[in-house]
T-cell receptor, first 112, second 113 residues
Framework: DGGITQSPKYLFRKEGQNVTLSCEQN?????MYWYRQDPGQGLRLIYY???????QKGDIAEGYSVSREKKESFPLTVTSAQKNPTAFYLCASSLGGQETQYFGPGTRLLVL | KNQVEQSPQSLIILEGKNCTLQ??????????LRWYKQDTGRGPVSLTIMTFSENTKSNGRYTATLDADTKQSSLHITASQLSDSASYICVVREEAAGNKLTFGGGTRVLVKP
């Protein structure tokens, strides 16, 4: 069963805590992306990676970090420096940088 | 700044009726425009994609149109079903600048029986 998965579905963060969101794909896609979705707003790009061991900042990278040690995995860490982390986080992947992006089911992050 | 504006923000329609969603964009140069459907609490799923040379594309009961001169697109839903209740997102890809995607804020559609 091929696809892109995200976990957990819901995540709660305490103030000052770092949390990591998981994103895995078995589509053999080279490119992976992280987006943040807030109510009524368009998706905003946090980070993207075109190839293993390489990633680039998107439009709103401050307070976030990523790694791309394996082709199929692109975890996102929301650090304590991100002061407004409550949002729906979407991971996507594509065969190449210009190809169709396929989205995971998302992780909703809430602050306690 | 490149923008993608969608209207209306939300609408309610009765099952079986048709509706049309609008998307205006300022992205230039333009590579392609895609409509996504996003069910509540899920990731977006691609419905249609059009390049600047295409002015209509259908996917079942969904028909997208594109006017590259006026930078407008519409998504028409025919004979709506309860399962059409979702957010519909217009996404425009730039031809340059790393092929960046600009997302609209979406239109939330609620189909009532």
């Amino acid at each position: 069963d091929g696809g892109i998965t995200q976990s957990p579905k819901y995540l709660f963060r305490k103030e000052g805590q770092n949390v990591t969101l998981s994103c895995e794909q078995n589509l053999n896609h080279d490119a992976m992306y992280w987006y943040r979705q807030d109510p009524g707003q368009g998706l905003r790009l946090i980070y993207y990676s075109q190839i293993v061991n390489d990633f680039q900042k998107g439009d709103i990278a401050e307070g976030y970090s990523v790694s791309r040690e394996k082709k199929e995995s692109f975890p996102l860490t929301v650090t304590s420096a991100q002061k407004n982390p409550t949002a729906f986080y979407l991971c996507a992947s594509s065969l190449g940088g210009q190809e169709t992006q396929y989205f995971g089911p998302g992780t909703r992050l809430l602050v306690l | 700044k490149n923008q993608v504006e969608q209207s209306p923000q939300s609408l309610i329609i009765l099952e079986g009726k048709n509706c049309t969603l609008q998307c205006n964009y300022t992205v230039s140069p333009f590579s392609n425009l895609r409509w996504y459907k996003q069910d509540t609490g899920r990731g977006p799923v691609s419905l249609t994609i059009m390049t600047f040379s295409e002015n209509t594309k259908s996917n079942g009961r969904y028909t997208a149109t594109l006017d590259a001169d006026t930078k407008q697109s519409s998504l028409h839903i025919t004979a709506s079903q309860l399962s059409d209740s979702a957010s519909y997102i217009c996404v425009v890809r730039e031809e340059a600048a790393g092929n960046k995607l600009t997302f609209g804020g979406g239109t939330r559609v609620l189909v009532k029986p």
